[in-house]
């Protein structure tokens, strides 16, 4: 048995273990009165950590919190939203989360296991936090932040583009399967309620109705015809991909072009365009996707180059419908760049805009945007001069992107909307 001394009793009531009191029972020496100390401390600390972490759980909505990614480094994001796990304690949550460095598609669910929750920042009113912030902000700044926010919703009031953002802050759907693809979504798409708790969602690639299980799909074998139910479940589909695109039900007013790759199984959609039956704005494309297992494969400047070759057999010039896509805007700047560049290149002599124009079908906006971007254009006497020097066009056909997949004009059988019937 060991033996202690009564510990004496500090002025300010904590006690303090007297040094060298006890022995071992086998004689050998304690640990030094340090260890307990730093065993008391540890402990404390271990106590208080438990502690505010316990008292920071849940997570309120608008916590900036550090996250561990896919790519296992952390990164800062912002909780959008959260829900109580099933079969979980008081604390026990999923968070929807934005990552602050890159895109809204990427918003995900995570588990608390994911969060450094020692990186946590005190919640700013936003409200507040705006009003601060917009003070130190020039009239230009805000302006442009501004046009930002209502990209894509100009048809909306400041009310209803809140109550918009708020509907559609959460993906509703995580994955679909579509033929032999499992493809995470990007963005919100309003499904039926009845699909509401469904975090998968199962797609006929042939007619695109859409199963919440696997076994539905699996008895369901239809063969796709053009019709509305069709083109409806095309734009639910795209919707997932598309952010800045607002979800038409009456699909009667727009024509859809769908890509596919064909195999002995059959034909499987990788891309379509939409276009208005009769566009007062001269739009020859309304919207386009190239689905993400299929991208980088040429198919989207492939859709490009072909609704303008509609537009030519139309003898009219085309535009996209704006806003579109970050990356529906970078497969038209490089489609422009490498249409117009090759031009130039062959071209002996002087060529003006309007030439340009009709031989491509591009708008003389979009012409005059592109030129301008690569430096070959300059404003002199009250006109646009081309400077296509040879040089600079080697050098700019280097850096440009490789053309899509080309368009066979001559196996082309198509009659204008306005002909038909």
Known sequence: MGSIDTPAVEENGSTRIPDATYTNGDGSSPPPAAAYSAIARSGNESFRSNKRRSSMLPLEVGTRVLCRWRDGKFHLVKVIERRRMQCGGPNDYEYYVHYTEFNRRLDEWVRLEQLDLASVETVVDEKVEDKVTSLKMTRHQKRKIDETHVEGHEELDAASLREHEEFTKVKNIATIELGRYEIETWYFSPFPPECNDSLKLYFCEFCLNFMKRKEHLQRHMVDGKKNKVYGQNLCYLAKLFLDHKTLYYDVDLFLFYVLCECDDRGCHMVGYFSKEKHSEESYNLACILTLPPYQRKGYGKFLI????????????????????????????????????????????GNISIKELNDMTAIKAEDILATLQGLELIQYRKGQHVICADPKVLDRHLKAAARGGLEVDVSKLIWTPYKEQG
Do not use: N, Q
Not at 320 to 331: A, C, H, K, N, V
């Open 305 to 348: 180059a072909f609704s303008y070759e509609l537009s030519k057999k139309e003898g009219k010039v085309g535009t996209p419908e704006r806003p579109l896509s970050d990356l529906g805007l970078l497969s038209y700047r490089g489609y422009w760049t490498r249409v117009l560049l090759d031009i130039l290149k062959k071209h002996k």
